[in-house]
């Protein structure tokens, strides 16, 4: 790690049109618990990208999913970058949530990440969506 720090902003403080988000046109939205937990990959993600965390634990989807649709309406960017670690009840509902958004102002390119056992793994938006639905989780798995 280069030792630059990241400045912290949650999602839900931000102004919705934001002049960072106006100007990078790109979006790094990450479960805050990445600070502390991997802070390399998260400096990583956030070149040439507008930081926001989010700990749905805090505030509820509902929430950060109309102030993000808000930004995205309003401010225009041009991609959306989800990083999460895998395996947390409450970070999936962040990708869901974004995917949701993406049905009310949609042209806008999402990527899902999240971090395994250190590793760093694209998902899908078919892998997000499935995952809302426990009974493709079921049949997927042959149960």
């Known amino acids: ?26 979006i790094l939205i990450y479960g805050t618990c990445l600070r502390d937990e991997h802070p390399e990959i998260l400096e990583t993600f956030s070149k040439s990208r507008v930081p926001l965390a989010v700990c749905l634990e ?31 009840p409450h970070c999936v509902q962040l990708h ?13 390119a999402i990527k899902h990440y999240v971090i395994y056992k250190g590793d760093v793994i694209e998902v899908s938006p078919k892998v997000v969506k499935t995952a ?11 149960e």
Do not use: Q, W
């Open 132 to 142: 809302r639905y426990l009974s493709k989780v079921k049949k997927l798995l042959g």
């Open 58 to 88: 805090e505030e509820h989807m509902n929430m950060v999913g109309f102030k993000l649709a808000t930004m995205m309406k309003t401010c225009g960017p041009h991609e959306i970058v989800v990083l999460t670690v895998d395996g947390s």
């Open 96 to 108: 869901m949530m974004v995917e949701e958004c993406l049905k009310l102002v949609p042209g806008i």
């Open 1 to 26: 790690m280069s030792g630059k720090t990241i400045l912290f902003r949650k999602l839900i403080h931000v102004n919705a049109c934001s002049r960072m988000i106006r100007k990078l046109r790109k």
